[in-house]
């Protein structure tokens, strides 16, 4: 097995073994047919509506109602006000949607093949496509270029004459007649019950606008442009026709008024650019840029662990690919999503899945495609302060469990185990301090050192003294529910172990950076005092983490969320021999239980297991993620379809080599006896080069670069 390939001998038959392939802003999943090519095209900026204002004005009033019903055991009334009061106006941000589908019709008159191969190529980041039909060998690539920001498909032949296919750009209810056109009665897949426009301009250009929907939307536009050598292109209709070309080439480009004032202003130019460069100028740009940042790491494992390899060479291709400076960030599904209505509305959910995302950025040596995170909460940041200020009556910067494109936090849906939870703006602000331990860019920190304090501040304001401890009320603990002695099942709480996990890293962070900038800023007194009430980590009489700042019996012990393992990994608060060992027992409880059972979750599983020195149970649940939570695709398997998971794993497989501070085979398991990895970054900027034998390390070459 090739570590660097991932093939089929058939076209996809449907989404779930389709190739992704990214730019950043855009995307396109290529299923590789033979009578028709599907491109389910992204652009990342396509979401329903524009900024709403959900904010919900009961709140300020609500809140002591709910904190007196909570501190009474009246947790089913408070739950109820929390329902009321605290729930978003709509209750649900807006949804990310698909940008089209670009099909091309070839003129074979059946699917009938010899010798298919559909391959991705992590390595080159491309999807190639081959198979003999009627004497010929055709051939096709498609790539997704940073550098000309178009997704451009090249399509060839061993004999000359033999390229002839039709485009049509759809976006609607998607059909997916995969079958040869000449076979379909009806001939117009997708519908294009979602698109304002189809026109044809110059003879060998489609381009498709539409409105997202919803009061305030963007208006986009996709641009198709088709160039052959030899043979004939002409515009019949919404369609371009190519007959009898030696080969051609297909450009796409998108965007949206998110971006752009004039969006078939930038079409045009993009198109025309890449056009005068040629296919072959195209592919030698991207794979330079690409390869610029692919090639900065890799690993070496023993025979037999060639799949374990190319996962980890699968989160570096996903992550290049989706996430690059002036993009937005990897979202629940990345850039790759094919529903109008997706699920969970392939949204940003902060109360794990986007942090997951980012993991494994900075250790791979890929400080930049972090860098769309940053703009994100600083879009956040406004928004949030809006909402400290109105629902909660506290300075500072909060957000709950959800964002969208337009940085909205006001509280995502009406979920009592969810959705009054007020840290994601303090977890978000963590990637920041991380994104600065690891490049040493003092500049950047400064930059966003008041969205830091912000979200600190917030927390300052909103606090309560419970027992002498700060405590949140109301919280919860995402995204599970206790019982109490009557029975009775709850969400809401005063203070979860999950909050004074996340906390005490963001006042530690908010602190240090202080000590670096020495901005004098009042407020950083009030941060150290408050640092001074968290209360610590606790085992409870059982021996596990607690979960709640009282000892409540779990609704659902195997539960997929482990948020009171927060300080294990990705924080730092659960150290030591005695809180390892009850860190340990509180997963053993909850896998016994069923956890892990979808990706992402199994995913943080290995990364506690590795931050506890624990390497089989690591690669135990690392293997187990692989045979049960990766569609063929390799994409992760929430079910559906979640991207989180994938990055997740590549996480796991780091922690397992290198621990969070530096430490050489903290968690290696005996599968890798040996191996090696290179150029993974260190918190402080340096590099490393890592080889090892029969689990010891052999050569260890520390270096800046």
């Known amino acids: 097995m090739d570590g660097n390939i991932l093939s089929f001998t058939s076209p996809a038959s449907d989404w779930n073994e389709a190739f992704p392939v990214g730019c950043g802003r855009l995307g396109a999943m290529v299923f590789g047919g033979v009578g028709t090519e599907l491109l389910q095209l992204n652009e990342d900026s396509v ?38 009061a605290l729930s978003g106006i709509p209750d649900t941000q807006s949804h990310y949607e698909p940008l089209c589908n670009l099909y091309i019709l070839f003129d074979h008159e059946t ?62 209810n998607i059909t997916w007649d995969m079958r040869p056109y000449k076979t379909q009665i009806y001939r117009n897949p997708g519908y294009n019950s979602c698109v304002d426009s189809i026109e044809n301009t110059g003879g060998n250009v489609t381009v498709l606008t539409g409105r997202c929907g919803g009061s305030g939307s963007s208006e986009f536009a996709c641009g198709i442009k088709v160039i052959c050598k030899g043979g004939s ?148 940041k406004p928004r949030g302060q809006e909402v400290a200020r109105r629902m909660y009556g506290a300075r500072g910067f909060a957000a709950h469990h959800n964002t969208d494109l337009f940085g909205d936090c006001a509280p995502q849906d009406t979920c009592l185990s969810s959705t009054y939870w007020v840290l994601g703006a303090a977890w978000l602000c963590l990637h920041i301090w991380e994104h600065y331990r690891y490049t040493g860019d003092v500049a950047f920190l400064s930059e966003h050192f008041d969205t830091m304090v912000e979200a600190a501040v917030f927390i300052v304001d909103y606090k309560i003294l419970d027992n002498g401890y700060l405590a949140l ?3 919860l603990s995402p995204e599970n529910e206790y019982v109490l002695e009557n029975g009775e099942t709850g969400c809401v709480c005063k203070g979860a172990s999950m909050d004074d996990q996340i906390i005490g890293e963001l006042f530690g962070a908010v602190l240090k950076a202080e000590d670096i900038l020495k901005t004098g800023r009042s407020e950083i007194e009030e941060i150290r005092e408050a640092m001074n009430l968290i209360k610590p980590v606790t085992i409870g009489s059982d021996g596990r983490i607690l979960e709640w700042h009282e000892e409540y019996e779990e609704k659902d012990p195997g539960h997929r969320h482990i948020s009171h393992l927060f300080g294990l990994f990705p924080g730092t608060s659960i150290q030591g021999e005695e809180l390892i060992a009850a860190a340990t027992e509180t997963l053993a409880k909850r896998l016994e239980s069923g956890s892990g059972h979808t990706g992402w979750s ?6 506690l297991y590795a931050a506890a020195g624990q390497g089989e149970e690591a690669y135990k649940h690392l293997r187990l993620l692989m045979s049960n939570s990766l569609l063929p695709n390799l994409l992760d398997n929430h079910p559906p379809f979640q991207i989180d998971g994938n990055f997740g794993l590549v996480s796991g497989i780091i922690r397992m080599i290198l621990g969070r501070e530096g430490e050489c085979l903290p968690a290696l398991p005996a599968a890798w006896k040996s191996g090696s990895v290179r150029g993974l970054k260190l918190p402080g900027g340096d590099k490393i080069d890592l080889v090892w034998e029969d689990g010891k390390v052999v050569s260890e070459h520390i270096y800046h670069g």
């Not at 496509?129 to 051939?139: C, L, N, P, W």
């Not at 199994?602 to 990364?607: D, E, G, M, S, Y």
Request: with cysteine; aromatic share 8%.
């Open 602 to 607: 199994r995913a943080w599983i290995i990364n």
């Open 473 to 475: 009320s109301p919280t």
């Open 111 to 172: 699917d009938d093949t010899e010798e298919y191969r559909r391959e991705l190529d992590l390595e080159e980041s491309g999807v190639r496509i081959t198979y003999k039909k009627d004497g010929a060998v055709f051939r096709r690539s498609v790539i997704a270029s940073f550098p000309d920001k178009v997704i451009a498909t090249d399509l060839g032949c061993d004999k000359p004459g033999r390229i002839s296919f039709r485009t049509q750009i759809a976006r609607g």
């Open 233 to 380: 292109v002409s515009s019949v209709g919404s369609s371009i026709v190519v007959e009898g070309a030696d080969e051609a080439q297909i450009l796409i480009a998108a965007t949206s008024e998110f971006y752009e004032s004039d969006i078939r202003g930038y079409l045009d130019k993009t198109l025309e650019d890449a056009a005068a460069k040629g296919f072959r100028k195209i592919q030698e740009d991207h794979r330079a840029d690409y390869k610029w940042l692919y090639g900065r790491t890799s690993l070496t494992l023993p025979e037999g662990q060639q799949d374990v390899v190319r996962m980890f060479n699968f989160g570096k291709y996903l992550t290049i690919s989706g996430s690059r400076p002036g993009s937005q960030p990897l979202n629940l599904q990345g850039i790759w999503n094919k529903d109008t209505d997706p699920a969970w509305g392939s949204k940003y959910t902060i109360n794990i899945n986007t942090e997951m995302n980012y993991w494994p950025c900075e250790a791979l040596d890929l400080p930049e495609c972090h860098l769309p995170l940053m703009d994100l909460i600083e879009r956040m």
């Open 47 to 84: 979401w329903y509506g524009g900024p709403k204002d959900r904010i919900n004005l009961s709140a300020k009033d609500a809140i002591p109602k709910i904190r007196k019903a909570i501190d009474e055991g009246r947790i089913t009334e408070a739950q109820d006000l929390c329902a009321l």
